[in-house]
């Protein structure tokens, strides 16, 4: 199974799109011994709190996992990226749209979040089949209400995997400042538990038909990767908790695991660039989180809360030898549907990721 997200941290190379020198890139952060928060920063892990409320993202769609086209300046708006309180002049913060304008924020701050495409053209952008991303009320909204389409029902290339959703990403640094969507570098080590909670309604779904069917799902995804004292990646990390499966799709069927029924797919033999990586999605209507129905279309919305500190510990294995959750960077947080040949639109709203 391809993820896009996955692609970090080159991610944050491939959305810019100015032709300008080579980032001059900070060398990773070291080891920390301290379990303890910054003591200005409060449990709101993200720049953009309070559920998103300010217009500083970028789009970025990638064709497939190699290759990516210019944002879209529809999908593309940094115009209140200064408000956050974010760190300015921030390379990369000046982007070239596929229509050839430039945008950046006025400080030249970078954007709080990513609205990310896998599998489409940009040309599929705002069509059906295609892909789309609405701001549901106008920005006076608030926080920021999205409406995120995708639509491969009628496509070719029933293969080809296909995803829309918000990215949420951190650029491991030695001065371990937030320089992304993350207020500072946190560790995983920092926290007993990181919460997030989110307002959520499936709108719409289509299978191809019975026969053809292949999974369709909506998921949250959190990354972290452990880095030893030398500032060397050892391990990437990706837990996701499925808080919509319409088809009740199971990727993991292995008897012989005593959580066979709580694993929608699991993959802990990959290894990119010489990192090892340990990734799994969990059906979350099967973890006893007190999961909402949001598998059935629906005009209310409901609230998704859950700690993935549990779910961690549980699912994923212990840190690598020598190493401890408080080497463990966190580096991303994602929300997005994925399909490869049906239909799926849902709405989201009040998002927040919070560390206690």
């Given at each position: 199974?391809?993820?896009?997200?996955?692609?970090?941290?080159?991610?944050?190379?491939?959305?810019?799109?100015?032709?300008?020198?080579?980032?001059?890139?900070?060398?990773?952060?070291?080891?920390?011994?301290?379990?303890?928060?910054?003591?200005?920063?409060?449990?709101?892990?993200?720049?953009?709190?309070?559920?998103?409320?300010?217009?500083?993202?970028?789009?970025?769609?990638?064709?497939?996992?190699?290759?990516?086209?210019?944002?879209?300046?529809?999908?593309s708006d940094l115009s209140e990226g200064d408000n956050l309180g974010m760190p300015t002049h921030i390379w990369p913060f000046k982007y070239e749209c596929s229509n050839g304008n430039y945008i950046s924020s006025l400080n030249e701050s970078s954007p709080s979040f990513i609205?990310?495409?896998?599998?489409?053209?940009?040309?599929?952008?705002?069509?059906?089949?295609?892909?789309?991303?609405?701001?549901?009320?106008?920005?006076?909204?608030?926080?920021?209400?999205?409406?995120?389409?995708?639509?491969?029902?009628?496509?070719?290339?029933?293969?080809?995997?296909?995803?829309?959703?918000?990215?949420?990403?951190?650029?491991?640094?030695?001065?371990?400042?937030?320089?992304?969507?993350?207020?500072?570098?946190?560790?995983?080590?920092?926290?007993?538990?990181?919460?997030?909670?989110?307002?959520?309604?499936?709108?719409?779904?289509?299978?191809?038909?019975?026969?053809?069917?292949?999974?369709?799902?909506?998921?949250?995804?959190?990354?972290?990767?452990?880095?030893?004292?030398?500032?060397?990646?050892?391990?990437?990390?990706?837990?996701?908790?499925?808080?919509?499966?319409?088809?009740?799709?199971?990727?993991?069927?292995?008897?012989?695991?005593?959580?066979?029924?709580?694993?929608?797919?699991?993959?802990?033999?990959?290894?990119?660039?010489?990192?090892?990586?340990?990734?799994?999605?969990?059906?979350?209507?099967?973890?006893?989180?007190?999961?909402?129905?949001?598998?059935?279309?629906?005009?209310?919305?409901?609230?998704?809360?859950?700690?993935?500190?549990?779910?961690?510990?549980?699912?994923?294995?212990?840190?690598?030898?020598?190493?401890?959750?408080?080497?463990?960077?966190?580096?991303?947080?994602?929300?997005?549907?994925?399909?490869?040949?049906?239909?799926?639109?849902?709405?989201?709203?009040?998002?927040?990721?919070?560390?206690?």
């Amino acid at each position: 199974m391809k993820k896009i997200l996955l692609l970090l941290p080159l991610l944050i190379l491939m959305i810019s799109c100015e032709n300008q020198n080579e980032l001059d890139e900070e060398s990773i952060n070291q080891k920390t011994n301290t379990n303890l928060r910054t003591n200005n920063i409060d449990n709101n892990l993200l720049w953009n709190d309070n559920g998103i409320t300010k217009r500083s993202y970028i789009h970025v769609n990638h064709l497939n996992m190699l290759t990516h086209e210019k944002p879209l300046q529809q999908l593309s708006d940094l115009s209140e990226g200064d408000n956050l309180g974010m760190p300015t002049h921030i390379w990369p913060f000046k982007y070239e749209c596929s229509n050839g304008n430039y945008i950046s924020s006025l400080n030249e701050s970078s954007p709080s979040f990513i609205l990310i495409t896998e599998g489409y053209d940009n040309i599929n952008y705002g069509k059906y089949p295609g892909f789309d991303i609405w701001v549901q009320g106008g920005w006076s909204q608030n926080p920021i209400d999205f409406k995120i389409f995708n639509n491969a029902k009628a496509l070719g290339n029933k293969n080809q995997l296909r995803e829309v959703g918000l990215v949420f990403s951190h650029w491991p640094n030695n001065e371990k400042k937030g320089n992304h969507s993350f207020k500072e570098q946190f560790y995983l080590g920092n926290f007993n538990s990181v919460f997030t909670s989110f307002k959520v309604k499936l709108d719409d779904y289509y299978p191809k038909s019975n026969i053809e069917i292949r999974p369709t799902y909506i998921t949250a995804d959190f990354r972290f990767t452990y880095y030893n004292s030398e500032g060397v990646a050892v391990r990437s990390d990706v837990i996701g908790v499925l808080f919509s499966n319409p088809y009740n799709y199971d990727f993991y069927k292995n008897p012989n695991d005593v959580n066979h029924d709580k694993i929608f797919w699991k993959d802990f033999d990959s290894v990119i660039d010489n990192v090892p990586l340990k990734r799994i999605l969990l059906d979350g209507k099967m973890l006893n989180i007190n999961l909402p129905n949001n598998s059935i279309v629906s005009s209310i919305f409901n609230n998704v809360n859950f700690d993935y500190m549990p779910l961690i510990k549980k699912f994923l294995p212990s840190p690598p030898n020598g190493l401890t959750y408080n080497d463990a960077v966190i580096i991303g947080f994602d929300i997005y549907s994925s399909t490869r040949d049906g239909d799926v639109t849902f709405s989201i709203k009040d998002i927040r990721l919070l560390g206690n």
